[in-house]
DNA sequence: AATAATTTGTTCGTATACAAATGAATTTCA
DNA sequence: TGAAATTCATTTGTATACGAACAAATTATT
């Protein structure tokens, strides 16, 4: 007997846990992955959807699939390109995410009467009365996922970052 | 007529450009997703991972690819599971790395002596050779995705990612 | 008006990323 | 020593993420 496995997408995620090798030695000694910022900008968007997740496990939202309500919640009407633009995500990728979130009801196309190519995207009122419940845990995720650095640290923090877009 | 598709993997990513809502009417007049660090992070790593793609575009390595050899080569003989946690990547994450080096013969697998269930991966010659090849362009890459910053305020961040991971 | 260039949304293919579950081997510990 | 717990590698399923190519619709250019 064992727990049915989850349907719509995983629950809840652990953070990986990096291993610190105990030797110094490297195959070239001036190349250490941990200090590279690739290697740390990995690192750091991992604890983040990991705190995404855990604080999200209920409503069962992605990161992206969040990003894209709240820009559609700000847009009232929005074309799934412009979508992907404005949530920094590839129209391929943007497909998918407004797939699920359509198969789900938060929200509804309407076809664009001035292009036949658009539909214009929409928050239904489900999607209202979950973006609405959500926010206010969206911000808590941001206020865990900076906890570790101090007020000041944090915004030099997203002032590197905002240069590094 | 049209050009066959790459065999192996993307060979370049175009970074997706983020659109500027012209409007500041939002949903939730305090919950601006541009300055959340979750999708700050995200931009970041986009730009980073398509700065790496255009730099190593030759040698067709990904990002974890790359750190997975450069772990093997530091350790120079690491099981699988080790080597996710050194490169802090899933079981399910790092089988596929493994596997897709395995198929190109950048690394190879010796049954462990001591143990029944694990393989020992260590860098063939191929593979030697190659991350010979990278490091340097590795370094390169670094560089460029940090150059917007200046020498302090590289350093500055680092550290906050640091104390994020 | 005819043509060229662009935009929109889609499909296909590859590669992370991780949860959950599992069998086999190993280690821990009572 | 023998049962319990852990570790290793794997499988399945879901969700990004993005290149490349494409058809249809729209816009810009001549």
New binding site residues.
């Given amino acids: 007997m064992?727990?049915?496995?989850?349907?719509?997408?995983?629950?809840?995620?652990?953070?990986?846990r990096q291993e610190k090798p105990e030797t110094a030695h490297r195959f070239a000694s001036d190349y250490a992955l941990e200090d590279q910022i690739g290697h740390l900008l990995?690192r750091a968007?991992?604890r983040h959807?990991?705190i995404f997740?855990e604080s999200l496990s209920d409503q069962?939202l992605?990161?992206?699939?969040f990003?894209a309500l709240v820009k559609i919640g700000d847009e009232k009407e929005v074309?799934?390109?412009?979508?992907?633009?404005l949530?920094?995500?590839?129209?391929?990728?943007?497909?998918?995410?407004?797939?699920?979130?359509g198969d789900r009801k938060l929200i509804a196309a309407h076809p664009?009467p001035?292009?036949?190519?658009?539909?214009?995207?929409r928050l239904s009122s489900r999607g209202e009365r979950l973006l609405t419940e959500v926010l206010p845990i969206a911000t808590r995720i941001t206020r865990h996922t900076l906890a570790p650095l101090s007020r000041g640290e944090q915004s030099t923090l997203l002032g590197l970052l905002r240069k590094l877009s």
Same sequence: chains 1, 2.
């Fill in positions: 064992h727990k049915p496995r989850v349907s719509q997408m995983a629950s809840q995620r652990n953070l990986v990995r968007n991992q959807t990991s997740f069962k992605t990161p992206t699939q990003a074309s799934q390109n412009r979508l992907g633009r949530t920094a995500m590839d129209p391929a990728t943007i497909l998918g995410v407004v797939k699920r979130l664009d001035n292009d036949g190519r658009r539909s214009l995207w």
